[in-house]
């Protein structure tokens, strides 16, 4: 027989989770974003993501900090996407403000364009390179949490970090 505590208790996890999608769901969108280039395929990402941590709601619950376990889902799922041989879409690169519709005009145009530019070369970078760069500079992480989310040491967030600021300079010099 089944109690009012037992039934309480139940959705208890499930009420816990909506209040976390609620929280955090944008901002691991807007993560997926950045490290895919496309906001269409972030979307899809984390709605992956959030689908396989609502079946291990109950233990992921327990973990110190749930949203590093599924910032780490997300960045599995999209290089998992990027390895099928299947993958033959290009991603293109779309103003989320909707700088396209608009013309360009002093300095907001340059700003933008610059902008594009920088994603464009980031969008180039090797997958850890690039998740590194999106979780340091634009979602604002140390380097334990970022080596926590993608499983590896604080030096190697580092090395990766370096290398891909120097990737980006002598591309950026390059392309002067």
């Known amino acids: 027989m089944v109690t009012g505590a037992q039934v309480a208790g139940e959705r208890a996890p499930e009420e816990d989770f909506a209040r976390f ?3 955090r769901g944008p901002a691991l969108v807007r993560f997926a974003a950045r490290l895919t280039n496309d ?5 899809d990402l984390v709605q992956e993501a959030l689908a396989k941590t ?3 709601w109950r233990r992921i619950r327990r973990v110190d900090r749930p949203e590093v376990y599924v910032r780490r889902m997300v960045v599995n799922a999209a290089n998992s996407w990027w390895r099928r041989r299947s993958n033959t879409e290009v991603p293109v690169a779309m103003p989320a403000d909707g700088a396209a519709d608009r013309p360009a005009s002093g300095d907001v145009g340059t700003e933008h364009a610059e902008r594009d530019a920088l994603w464009a070369l980031i969008t180039q970078l090797p997958a850890r390179q690039r998740a590194v760069l999106v979780l340091r500079y634009y979602e604002d992480h ?3 949490t970022i080596a926590e989310i993608l499983r590896c040491s604080p030096v190697t967030v580092r090395t990766h970090a370096r290398r891909a600021l120097e990737t980006l ?3 950026g010099i390059d392309d002067d």
């Open 169 to 171: 300079r002598k591309r």
């Open 142 to 144: 140390d380097d334990a």
């Open 39 to 43: 906001p269409y395929r972030a979307e």
């Open 21 to 23: 999608v609620a929280q």
């Open 54 to 56: 609502y079946q291990r």
